[in-house]
Nanobody, 118 residues
Framework: QVQLVESGGGLVQPGGSLRLSCAAS????????MGWYRQAPGKEREVVAT???????KYVDSVKGRFTISRDGPKNTVHLQMNELKPEDTAVYYC????????????WGQGTQVTVSS
């Protein structure tokens, strides 16, 4: 059973930085897509950034230039470096990884709270 474990959330002042990490366990296969999503109170979950195993990266417009997604493929680990954080970045952040072996399936982490406030 694949499990995703997230770490790195917390409280930070506007303009500060945080680094989120997500590691997958319970599989010998590599994920084909890794991503970070977030959900703020009263809002729908939105994609923040994704990275494929071939290195294709996408960001939501609101984080371009401030957030950086990276991956360690053999370890099925994905990171999200968040700089210049704003109060509107406050949300629960979820890691997502898609595997195609042994069957195609995607998995979600438990979520980590990021709060940007002075």
């Amino acid at each position: 059973q694949v499990q995703l474990v997230e770490s790195g959330g917390g409280l930070v002042q506007p303009g500060g930085s945080l680094r989120l990490s997500c590691a997958a366990s319970g599989t010998i296969f590599s994920s084909i897509v890794m991503g970070w999503y977030r959900q703020a109170p009263g809002k729908e979950r939105e994609v923040v950034a994704t990275i494929t195993n071939s290195g294709i990266i996408k960001y939501v417009d609101s984080v371009k230039g401030r957030f950086t997604i990276s991956r360690d493929g053999p370890k099925n680990t994905v990171h999200l470096q968040m700089n210049e954080l704003k109060p509107e970045d406050t949300a629960v952040y979820y890691c997502n990884q898609i595997f195609t072996a042994p069957t195609r399936r995607d998995y979600w982490g438990q979520g980590t709270q990021v709060t940007v406030s002075s």
